[in-house]
């Protein structure tokens, strides 16, 4: 069974952000095929992707990203948007595809679809693992046809409202990633392990992003500390750090010694 990675990038600035990504694949998966599928003939210095397939009529949008019912290259499929850095293997996502059709993880965002329940989230469309079956292939083809009816009528370019819309009507059996497979940035989140997926732009680079959130793969929060231009996690806080905050709340809404005799009283009742 055929396992590998696809990205579609269509325009220069999105290809030259795709040979980045691939180039971070290929860090942990040095043997697994890349197909590229992009707007025009291309030649490249570098033997980074197995197969390079040409798109008709292009959107030069987010458009082009909805993944057609042919973009199945192999068995096992991982798409990734162009703006993404590999850190760690993905081999148990390409292991969760024998039990689901197709993976991704929640948005940041949470917007509203009719007919759709309120309480259905938002799923980001950058990092998706599919299976090439007749169920994942009939899902890219409404996903397709709901988000040229969505932009035809809206004129707005986003396929992650169609993506849910086309979620909600098919039966499809699908996985949410956590959050440590598609790591947004520069935003804020809680990460329990190592984030393998980093998701976004950052103006120094993936290699610093990479050293900041995977400092320790612990249980942790990361946030942005400034207040303009791109920004992403500065600081992380870990469970001593947050253990250490308790303690300073509770001296000053109860004082030192019933703190303290708290903090005994809980220990002696696990022992």
């Known amino acids: 069974m055929k396992t590998g990675f696809v990205y579609i990038a269509t325009g220069d600035q999105f290809v030259n952000e795709a040979v980045v990504s691939a180039r971070s694949i290929k860090e942990h998966h040095p043997n697994h095929p890349i197909t590229l599928y992009t707007d025009r003939k291309r030649s490249f210095d570098h033997d980074l992707f197995e197969n390079i397939t040409v798109l008709n009529n292009c959107y030069f949008h987010r458009g082009d990203t909805v993944i057609k019912k042919s973009m199945t290259p192999y068995d096992k499929n991982i798409f990734l948007d162009t703006d993404t850095y590999v850190t760690d293997e993905l081999d148990d996502v390409f292991q969760a595809?024998?039990?689901?059709?197709?993976?991704?993880?929640?948005?940041?965002?949470?917007?509203?679809?009719?007919?759709?329940?309120?309480?259905?989230?938002?799923?980001?469309?950058?990092v998706i693992a599919y299976n090439n079956?007749?169920?994942?292939?009939?899902?890219?083809?409404?996903?397709?046809?709901?988000?040229?009816?969505?932009?035809?009528?809206?004129?707005?370019?986003?396929?992650?409202?169609?993506?849910?819309?086309?979620?909600?009507?098919?039966?499809?059996?699908?996985?949410?990633?956590?959050?440590?497979?598609?790591?947004?940035?520069?935003h804020e989140?809680?990460?329990?392990?190592?984030?393998?997926?980093?998701?976004?732009?950052?103006?120094?680079?993936?290699?610093?992003?990479?050293?900041?959130?995977?400092s320790t793969t612990g249980s942790r929060i990361y946030y942005t500390t400034r207040l303009f231009g791109p920004s992403s996690p500065d600081e992380i806080i870990n469970d001593r750090i947050g253990l250490c905050v308790?303690?300073?709340?509770?001296?000053?809404?109860?004082?030192?010694t019933p703190t303290i005799n708290l903090i005994f009283d809980r220990i002696m009742e696990r022992i």
């Not at 059709?101 to 309480?119: E, H, L, Q, T």
């Not at 849910?164 to 497979?181: A, C, F, G, M, Q």
């Not at 308790?246 to 030192?256: A, Y």
Request: aromatic share 12%; glycine share 6%; charged share 30%.
């Open 97 to 126: 595809l024998s039990k689901f059709d197709i993976a991704f993880s929640r948005s940041r965002g949470k917007k509203s679809v009719d007919d759709v329940p309120n309480c259905m989230t938002e799923y980001n469309t950058g």
């Open 133 to 186: 079956n007749s169920k994942v292939k009939s899902f890219f083809n409404e996903w397709d046809m709901n988000y040229r009816k969505y932009n035809n009528k809206s004129g707005k370019t986003s396929n992650q409202i169609s993506f849910l819309e086309t979620l909600w009507e098919k039966d499809i059996n699908y996985l949410t990633l956590p959050r440590e497979y598609n790591v947004a940035v520069p």
């Open 189 to 214: 989140a809680h990460l329990n392990g190592q984030a393998k997926i980093i998701h976004g732009r950052h103006i120094k680079g993936y290699e610093y992003l990479d050293e900041i959130l995977n």
């Open 246 to 256: 308790r303690f300073k709340n509770k001296v000053e809404n109860d004082g030192l």
